[in-house]
Every structure is written in C-alpha cells, then in structure tokens.
C-alpha cells in the first residue's frame, strides 16, 4: 500500500503565495506521473498540474504562469508553488500519483486525503 499526505494549505490574502507538499510513502519502486488536482463543492475535480519528469509538466490554462510544479524524485515527493494567488483559487487540493510497487505489477493510482487552500479578496 502507499499513503499521500499533503501540507501546506492554509488561507491568503489574494496576490499571496502557498507551497504546497505531498508525500508519497510504502511500498514504492517508483513513481510515474505525479500532480495537483482541486475542488470546489458542488464542481468536479480538475487538474490542476502534472508532471512526468522534470521536463515535462502540464498546466491548467487558469494556473500557467502563476503556479510551478517540482518533484524531488529521491523523496518521493511533488511541490506546488502557487503565486499570485487570486479568491478563485479557492480550493480542497488533492495530490495523485501513478505508482510502480514492490508487491504487484503495473501502475496504481492514488490520492491524497487533500488540504484546503483559501485565498481572501
């Protein structure tokens, strides 16, 4: 089995910036595809950005340029730096991964618990 736990949600005034971890943990071999989904009630999950490697990420059209996504492979564990953060930001954001584990073969999915961001006007 393997756990995500994510921090570093929290409530900003908008224009404000937030970090956010996740943690990947258990029987890992390794991690494919890691990224960043959030949800507003009564909507449905969206994306908001993935990576693959470090060369290779996507972005949400609304996110481009204000949000960055990293990963440190050795810990398994994806960033997301959120800059100029604006009030519909708002959000319970998940963190996924696509994992590769010791017991079975092939790529499994899985979600973080999530942590809600909320940014102030």
């Known amino acids: 089995q393997v756990q995500l736990v994510e921090s570093g949600g929290g409530l900003v005034q908008a224009g404000g910036s937030l970090r956010l971890s996740c943690a990947a943990s258990g029987s890992i071999v390794s991690i494919n595809r890691m990224g960043w989904y959030r949800q507003v009630p009564g909507k449905q999950r969206e994306l908001v950005a993935s990576s693959t490697s470090a060369t290779s990420t996507n972005y949400a059209d609304s996110v481009k340029g204000r949000f960055t996504i990293s990963r440190d492979n050795a810990k398994n564990t994806v960033y997301l730096q959120m800059n100029s953060l604006k009030p519909e930001d708002t959000a319970v954001y998940y963190c996924?991964?696509?994992?590769?584990?010791?017991?079975?073969?092939?790529?499994?999915?899985?979600w973080g618990q999530g942590t809600q961001v909320a940014v102030s006007s």
């Open positions: 996924n991964a696509d994992v590769q584990e010791r017991a079975r073969s092939g790529l499994f999915n899985y």
